[in-house]
């Protein structure tokens, strides 16, 4: 079974600009995540979908950052613009439903590793 | 607001060094306990999870265990090969499945 797919790994940008990462879930997957992991700290969330529906965008910094998961399946993350503080490793994950006790293991991608200069 | 504290930071042992790491938790209205190694480069890969106090799980050289306050990961005759991050998160009934993660204890096994 394929797993939880991102892309690109790597991206250098300059502050001020724009950058988007995409995500395509587990087949099958209900629930999509994305985090943001700052070096040396774990995983912050920052928006959740329950198929095309945001169920949890309270951590989202709203102003900058914008998501969306048209059609229930992949997802797009948008920083826009970019602050030095943004550098981190966007993971997405995605779990089979999020509202279900037996169902909701979240399984994680490798993630985009962002820098901003 | 959910807190999860991880210990120690940092766990350098000697490859057959039993050890434990800790995660202590504050949260109101536990739905369950992950844990997740992370490989440098890599995402988080999913080990357990702990829904009552007393539970116990097991996978190969890895035991975790739960109470009201705190997890345990427990490491019997680590090999060089379990040398990675080790992450706890909470999860809580009134906040979805949102993760609330702890910063991690990075283990390192010598051979």
């Known amino acids: 079974e394929a797993g939880v797919a991102q892309s690109p790994r790597y991206k250098i940008i300059e502050k001020r600009q724009s950058v988007a990462f995409w995500c395509n879930p587990i087949?099958?997957?209900?629930?999509l995540y994305w985090y943001q992991q700052i070096l040396g700290q774990g995983p912050k969330l920052l928006i959740q979908?329950?198929?095309?529906?945001?169920?949890?965008d309270s951590q989202l910094p709203k102003d900058r950052f914008s998501a969306e998961r048209l059609k229930g399946v992949d997802s797009t993350l948008k920083i826009q613009p970019a602050k030095l503080e943004d550098s981190a490793v966007y993971l997405c994950?995605?779990?089979?439903?999020?509202?279900?006790?037996?169902?909701?293991?979240?399984?994680f991608g490798a993630g985009t590793r962002l820098s901003v200069l | 607001e959910d807190q999860v504290t991880q210990s120690p930071e940092a766990l350098r042992l000697q490859e057959g060094e039993s050890s434990s790491l800790n995660c202590s938790y504050t949260?109101?209205?536990?739905?369950?306990l992950f844990w997740y190694r992370q490989d440098p480069g890599k995402g988080p890969e999913f080990l357990f999870t702990?829904?009552?106090a007393g539970e116990e799980k097991e996978k190969e050289r890895l035991k975790a265990t739960l109470t009201k306050k705190e997890s345990f990961l427990h490491i019997t005759a680590p090999k060089p090969e379990d040398s990675a991050t080790y992450l706890c998160?909470?999860?809580?009934?009134?906040?979805?499945?949102?993760?609330?993660f702890g910063e991690g204890t990075q283990l390192t096994v010598n051979p």
């Open positions: 994950a995605s779990s089979l439903d999020g509202g279900s006790l037996a169902k909701n293991i979240q399984y």
């Open positions: 979908f329950q198929n095309n529906g945001v169920v949890d």
């Open positions: 998160a909470v999860e809580r009934w009134t906040s979805g499945s949102r993760l609330t």
């Open positions: 702990l829904y009552s």
């Open positions: 087949s099958g997957h209900a629930t």
């Open positions: 949260v109101s209205g536990l739905r369950g």
